[in-house]
């Protein structure tokens, strides 16, 4: 069966999993993870994404990351590719890391932001890597002693999750170290991590009662959340993707699109290329960068390589470009008359 398409949009909440190849392990020391770490939290920052959660373990790691200006695939790919080459130069090896496909779920937020909070900070001390909550309170490798003061990551953004415990950071820490101790108690959750049915309603307990009532539910293994949260995600999702194919069946590559951007703006494709910062070909440049990823979903990387800038130059011009670009001017730019 081939695999689904991954699910995402602006805003939306994915709880990621990176595994090593074969489970063998992906940080081998201290250098290993602050290496991983910096790469990621430089990406994160230039690509806008809020990350809530996070914690890494010797063969694998958790994270809970907002969709910012670049779609996750894209930072997920600069975050692995660039870290595998790091490791693979450090360590003499060849060959891939990372099993070829992390895991992506997109989550309903209000239902379980707060529990997979705990459950991804909870990793280290259900791997045995700390001994009890005092030491994970001071494990450095975890999101949690961020959460509780210990140490600073300016990338992880503690005061969105608190503000889920309290409305004073001292009330706050102690309503959400009462909740991760609770969890503490709890043992594994494998309705946060599963797949299929028994993750999207909630739980086996959740099942049982839907099934015993003879409600009909619906269900995504990509998707974490009640059922009428999975319908409008996967509508949405049918709605992208139909419009991209459109785009796609109409020839509008990234070719195409430069040639149309260039038509629209009045310029040569040699301006738009030329790294020139006069105005309207920095706008055209923005707006290239935001149609193309957001409308067509092309890869950043591509655009960056056609451009010939860095793929952070074009997640910031994601951004720009959104703001710059009237709804006019994109149906003049996409449409079939071009």
């Given at each position: 069966?081939?695999?689904?398409?991954?699910?995402?949009?602006?805003?939306?909440?994915?709880?990621?999993?990176?595994?090593?190849?074969?489970?063998?392990?992906?940080?081998?020391d201290?250098?290993?993870?602050?290496?991983?770490?910096?790469?990621?939290?430089?990406?994160?920052?230039e690509?806008?994404?809020?990350?809530?959660?996070?914690?890494?373990?010797?063969?694998?790691g958790?994270?809970?990351?907002?969709?910012?200006?670049?779609?996750?695939?894209?930072?997920?790919?600069?975050?692995?590719t660039?870290?595998?080459?790091?490791?693979?130069?450090?360590?003499?090896?060849?060959?891939?890391?990372?099993?070829?496909?992390?895991?992506?779920?997109?989550?309903?937020?209000?239902?379980?932001?707060?529990?997979?909070?705990?459950?991804?900070?909870?990793?280290?001390?259900?791997?045995?890597?700390?001994k009890?909550l005092?030491?994970?309170?001071?494990?450095?490798?975890s999101?949690?002693?961020?959460?509780?003061?210990?140490?600073?990551?300016?990338?992880?953004?503690?005061?969105?999750v608190?503000?889920?415990?309290?409305?004073?950071?001292?009330?706050?820490?102690?309503?959400?170290?009462?909740?991760?101790?609770?969890?503490?108690?709890?043992?594994?959750?494998?309705?946060?991590?599963?797949?299929?049915?028994?993750?999207s309603?909630g739980?086996?307990?959740?099942?049982?009662?839907?099934?015993?009532?003879?409600?009909?539910?619906?269900?995504?293994?990509?998707?974490?959340?009640?059922?009428?949260?999975?319908?409008?995600?996967?509508?949405?999702?049918?709605?992208?993707?139909?419009?991209?194919?459109?785009?796609?069946?109409?020839?509008?590559?990234?070719?195409?699109?430069?040639?149309?951007i260039c038509?629209?703006?009045?310029?040569?494709?040699?301006?738009?290329?030329?790294?020139?910062?006069v105005?309207?070909?920095?706008?055209?440049?923005?707006?290239?960068?935001?149609?193309?990823?957001?409308?067509?979903?092309?890869?950043?990387?591509?655009?960056?390589?056609?451009?010939?800038?860095?793929?952070?130059?074009?997640?910031?011009a994601?951004?720009?470009?959104?703001?710059?670009?009237?709804?006019?001017?994109?149906?003049?730019?996409?449409?079939?008359?071009?």
């Amino acid at each position: 069966m081939p695999r689904q398409s991954r699910i995402d949009a602006p805003g939306a909440l994915h709880h990621i999993i990176i595994r090593g190849i074969e489970r063998r392990v992906i940080f081998r020391d201290d250098e290993d993870r602050e290496s991983f770490l910096d790469r990621l939290g430089g990406i994160l920052l230039e690509s806008a994404t809020p990350c809530y959660s996070w914690s890494l373990l010797g063969n694998h790691g958790h994270f809970l990351f907002r969709t910012g200006d670049d779609p996750i695939a894209h930072v997920m790919r600069r975050v692995l590719t660039g870290y595998a080459v790091t490791f693979n130069r450090r360590h003499h090896r060849h060959g891939h890391l990372f099993q070829n496909r992390y895991k992506s779920i997109l989550c309903e937020e209000d239902a379980y932001l707060k529990e997979l909070v705990r459950y991804i900070h909870l990793n280290p001390l259900r791997a045995g890597l700390v001994k009890n909550l005092v030491d994970l309170g001071q494990y450095p490798y975890s999101g949690h002693c961020v959460l509780m003061g210990k140490k600073k990551r300016e990338w992880q953004d503690r005061n969105y999750v608190l503000r889920y415990f309290g409305t004073t950071e001292r009330h706050a820490k102690h309503n959400y170290l009462s909740f991760v101790a609770e969890g503490a108690e709890g043992g594994r959750k494998p309705e946060l991590v599963g797949g299929g049915l028994l993750r999207s309603v909630g739980g086996w307990k959740r099942l049982k009662e839907l099934r015993s009532s003879g409600e009909k539910v619906r269900a995504d293994e990509r998707i974490l959340g009640g059922s009428e949260f999975v319908e409008r995600i996967l509508k949405e999702s049918d709605e992208d993707w139909e419009r991209k194919s459109l785009l796609r069946q109409r020839g509008i590559d990234l070719q195409q699109l430069v040639e149309r951007i260039c038509g629209h703006f009045g310029l040569e494709i040699e301006d738009l290329k030329s790294g020139s910062k006069v105005s309207s070909i920095a706008k055209a440049r923005a707006v290239l960068c935001y149609v193309g990823a957001r409308q067509l979903g092309l890869p950043s990387v591509s655009i960056a390589k056609e451009l010939g800038v860095s793929p952070s130059a074009v997640s910031r011009a994601i951004l720009r470009g959104q703001k710059l670009l009237g709804q006019k001017d994109m149906e003049a730019i996409l449409s079939e008359s071009q």
